[in-house]
């Protein structure tokens, strides 16, 4: 009995660190993008709240918390509600089974440093976050306004498009480590990163974590000078909050898979783990943040062709010829 | 298709250089509260109506300004002094709904009505931007220190035709001589 | 003991959700009980000790099918009005659902937390990745051979159907 309690707290200790790890680093990463983009435009950025800024993020959610909370008359109230919840907690259902650093031992056990430590990470990452688009499609859905539904059948349509080469890159990944583990995974990452052994995957994926993560070059859901706001066009306040944070949280998320499934997790020399990670996770969100301010939007149709001409038979390649050179391997 | 293939890929690249470039140089921004940019000459901001060399006011209410405003935004009620001199009683200009085009003062034929580089204008309360002719009078005759439209034209037509100084002699139509 | 509850429970509410699925006037209501109801299915695979077929059923058909279903639906736009205006009680619209869902964040709480297909005496990885795998490509690999044929005549099929009619004609020209 002991035990398992031990177990629970321990899982709750690891949530509540890990929700507010990654809630703080959402928040930041809207200020970093911020002003980022704004250097890159030659801007400053938001400068005026704290020095430096740095109090912008508090001072968003003030005004997002005292905004109205606008439900459209004809709007579909609870699935209109329920929503942007959906995109959030799927963003940070995920990061339950991201391993942030080895194992490490408390009290004489071992434990991993991850909420869960499941056997099936790959499959679990990929189911929900399949399950993401859901809170994208309902919400423009339930708002009853063309706008929002046209956000929502591109957001269908583009989910269709690439989840599949996502999974199909993840192939090689597993085919190497020989684990659906992600803690297998960075083990087998111990002296040479995926992406030296097998970029293709790694450019497939990146293409496609991309395309989840809803941004610039392929944020057809939300086209804000085509669409108004794409889905979240009718919320207001918190909710629309709530759909804003679950982006971000998402492309810490999608960060943190990066760098678990290529870029070799928590190895790295001379630094603690944890510290590697981080400063990996954070390369990736840079990478994003750059890409948002190089590209323009991809059209619909050529999303399209993108996911099922191009990424798609690159990625059934790549699995074929990751499998022969296994194999001729002796591996 | 292909022809473009190596363009399309420097055009991928491109981009990604140019902002890393960026991200180092100075942004152009300029910081406003603190720092103020230097704002050209015929800036148009802020209307005055302004008086003549002697310190009498220009405008005669002629209308005509108001007339030329797009937005509708000038308003006066005209009147005349003992003299028979015209002039407004009340004059006022609707700020909040200005755009600050301009063709006001090109319309005024006295240069009452005149442009200034203030832009300064924001505040909490849209009554407090309807400004009436106390506001808008100044002190100085803005840009043009020498124009009296009253010495060119006189008050009323008291002088008989062709009196008036600098005032040419009428011509007689049917006269063939110069 | 555990174990047969979670399992009855999750069987009554993927009976449930179907039953609700199909006596729902507005579509896009009814793809999400049924969506509830792969959910429940999927727990119950997991509770068998098939993680993988768990996680396979959420992926292909609540992140896949239905997704498409609801793009049709969206698409055609075949939600009557009536059905968006429910006459109903709005409790009534919703409670089901927010029950439904709360069940199945139970069991899965349940399922993780307490371990109850090991007390149960089947192995936790009875089917692990690599027999389905097994499984799949020796037991079954005449089945799965005529499925992947049928699947390639399907997708001839639909580009074939898709082809406007100037580039079939051009297409027939060429060859
Ligand atoms: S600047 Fe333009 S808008 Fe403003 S008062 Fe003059 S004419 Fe009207
Ligand atoms: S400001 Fe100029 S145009 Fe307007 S009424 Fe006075 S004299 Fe006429």
């Known amino acids: 009995m002991a035990d398992t309690l031990f177990t629970v707290v321990l899982i709750l200790a690891k949530l509540a660190l890990i929700f507010g790890v990654v809630l703080f680093m959402a928040a930041y990463l809207v200020l970093a993008e911020r002003k980022i983009l704004g250097r890159m435009q030659l801007r400053y950025g938001p400068n005026r709240v704290g020095p430096f800024g740095l109090m912008q993020p508090l001072a968003d959610v003030i005004k997002l918390l005292t905004k109205e909370d606008f439900l459209p008359a004809r709007a579909d109230k609870w699935l209109f509600l329920v929503a942007p919840g959906i995109t959030a907690v799927t963003a940070l259902l995920v990061f339950a089974v991201v391993p942030f650093g080895p194992t490490i031992e408390v009290f004489g056990r071992t434990i991993p440093a991850a909420v869960v430590d499941l056997n099936v990470g790959v499959l679990y990452f990929l189911g929900v976050s399949s399950m993401a688009v859901y809170g994208v499609v309902l919400g423009g859905w339930a708002s009853c306004s063309k706008y929002s539904l046209l956000g929502s059948v591109r957001g269908l349509s583009q989910m269709v498009s690439y989840e599949l080469s996502l999974g199909l890159s993840l192939v090689p990944v597993i085919m190497m480590a020989r684990s659906f583990s992600l803690h297998d995974i960075v083990m087998a990452q111990a002296s040479v990163p995926f992406l030296l052994l097998n970029p293709v995957a790694c450019f497939v994926f990146l293409i496609c974590i991309l395309a989840e993560s809803n941004r610039i070059p392929f944020d057809l859901p939300e086209a804000e000078n085509e669409l108004v706001g794409g889905f979240h066009t009718e919320y207001s306040g918190m909710r629309f909050g709530l759909f804003f944070v679950g982006e971000y949280i998402n492309l810490v998320v999608l960060g943190s898979l990066m760098t678990v499934f290529f870029l070799g997790g928590w190895h790295g020399p001379w630094l603690p783990p944890v510290v590697w990670f981080l400063i990996k996770v954070l390369m990736v969100c840079g990478l994003f943040i750059w890409i948002r301010a190089c590209l323009p939007r991809l059209r619909y149709d050529q999303l399209m062709n993108l996911g099922w001409k191009v990424l798609l038979p690159v990625s059934l390649l790549n699995i074929l010829v990751t499998g022969a050179v296994l194999l001729g391997l002796g591996l | ?178 | 003991m555990t174990a047969t509850l979670i399992f009855y429970l999750l069987g009554a509410v993927a009976l449930v959700t179907t039953a609700l699925a199909i006596i729902q006037r507005n579509p896009v209501y009814a793809v999400i009980y049924l969506v509830k109801s792969i959910f429940a299915l999927a727990l119950i695979f997991y509770l068998l000790g098939a993680p993988l077929v768990a996680a396979l059923q959420v992926i292909v058909y609540a992140g896949a099918i239905m997704v498409l279903f609801l793009f049709v639906i969206m698409m055609l736009e075949i939600t009557p009005v009536s059905a968006r205006k429910s006459s109903a009680p709005g409790w009534l619209s919703w409670t089901p659902v927010v029950l439904v869902a709360l069940v199945l964040a139970v069991m899965t709480l349940l399922l993780i937390g307490l371990d109850p297909v090991a007390e149960q005496g089947i192995p936790r990885w009875h089917a692990t990745p690599r027999d389905f795998g097994y499984a799949l490509f020796n037991e079954y690999a005449l089945a799965v051979k005529i499925i992947s044929f049928q699947l390639s005549f399907a997708a001839v099929g639909a580009f074939h159907i898709g082809l406007t009619e100037r580039r079939r004609a051009r297409m027939e020209k060429d060859s």
């Open chain 2, 1 to 178: 298709m292909s022809r473009h293939v190596f363009r399309d890929i420097r055009g991928t690249l491109q981009p990604f250089w140019v902002t890393l470039r960026n991200l180092f140089r100075k942004p152009v921004t300029v910081q406003y509260p603190e720092q103020k940019q230097q704002l050209p000459e015929r800036y148009r901001a802020r209307l005055i109506l302004t008086r003549d060399p002697d310190g009498g006011e220009r405008c005669v209410a002629c209308h005509l300004c108001s007339a030329a405003c797009p937005v509708d935004c000038i308003s006066m009620q005209a009147t005349e002094a003992a003299d028979g001199r015209r002039y407004a009683a009340w004059f006022r200009i609707n700020f909040t709904r200005c755009i600050f085009c301009g063709l006001c003062t090109e319309a005024c034929p006295t240069k009452a009505i005149q442009v200034t580089a203030d832009f300064e204008l924001a505040g909490r309360d849209p009554l407090k931007l309807v400004y009436e002719k106390v506001d808008l009078l100044v002190d100085h005759c803005g840009n043009d220190n020498s124009y009296n439209f009253y010495h060119q034209t006189g008050i009323g037509v008291t002088a008989p035709r062709g009196e008036n100084p600098q005032e040419t002699k009428p011509m007689d139509v049917k006269d063939l001589m110069p």
